[in-house]
T-cell receptor, first 115, second 114 residues
Framework: DGGITQSPKYLFRKEGQNVTLSCEQN?????MYWYRQDPGQGLRLIYY???????QKGDIAEGYSVSREKKESFPLTVTSAQKNPTAFYLC??????????????FGPGTRLLVL | AQSVTQPDIHITVSEGASLELRCNYS??????LFWYVQSPGQGLQLLLK??????LVQGIKGFEAEFKRSQSSFNLRKPSVHWSDAAEYFC????????????FGDGTTLTVKP
């Protein structure tokens, strides 16, 4: 089955610790995205990547970093500089070209909690 | 820059009643419009999308939406709501570029009364 997987489902971070959230897709999509969702709020874009080895900052990139070394993988690192990391993190992908590239397919999410 | 407004934060309907969720967008050109549904603790699932052509689009689970350019709206409707429709619903507008970078509304939470 094609789709997007995110791991882990729950992640706990200690003060001063960097943690990495995994996102893998087997849809052969060019574009991938990371969103943050806080209770009662919509999705806010953290980073996105249109092609391997290239990525762009979204609206709330501070305190986060990403890499795109492979087409199918787009891991997100929450660094110690992110002072309020508790949130639900969603990864998405899209074909990335033309009108149909606008349709995003979402993973099941990772909930990050601070200890 | 594009933007999306979902005026209703929370809507409660009785099971079997009709539903309309409102979405207003702001974008200079013809937008790509989407409705997604999210169950608690889950990712988002695409309900339907509008790119061009017929302004009334059909989606999954019996949902439909109508694009009204004059009103900058893309309201989601369902004639008869089921208890399993209780969820959060997000409207999104795409930029029409290769980035596929959509802007999402803040969502509307739907509660279904028995």
């Amino acid at each position: 089955d094609g789709g997007i997987t995110q791991s882990p489902k729950y992640l706990f971070r200690k003060e001063g610790q960097n943690v990495t959230l995994s996102c893998e897709q087997n849809l052969n999509h060019d574009a991938m995205y990371w969103y943050r969702q806080d209770p009662g709020q919509g999705l806010r874009l953290i980073y996105y990547s249109q092609i391997v080895n290239d990525f762009q900052k979204g609206d709330i990139a501070e305190g986060y970093s990403v890499s795109r070394e492979k087409k199918e993988s787009f891991p997100l690192t929450v660094t110690s500089a992110q002072k309020n990391p508790t949130a639900f993190y969603l990864c998405a992908s899209s074909m990335g070209a033309g009108a149909y590239g606008e349709t995003q397919y979402f993973g099941p999410g990772t909930r990050l909690l601070v200890l | 820059a594009q933007s999306v407004t979902q005026p209703d934060i929370h809507i409660t309907v009785s099971e079997g009643a009709s539903l309309e969720l409102r979405c207003n967008y702001s974008y200079g050109a013809t937008p790509y419009l989407f409705w997604y549904v999210q169950s608690p603790g889950q990712g988002l699932q695409l309900l339907l999308k509008y790119f061009s052509g017929d302004t009334l689009v059909q989606g999954i689970k019996g949902f439909e939406a109508e694009f009204k350019r004059s009103q900058s709206s893309f309201n989601l409707r369902k004639p008869s709501v089921h208890w399993s429709d209780a969820a959060e619903y997000f409207c999104a507008v795409g930029a029409g570029t290769n980035a596929g970078k959509s802007t999402f509304g803040d969502g509307t939470t739907l509660t279904v009364k028995p």
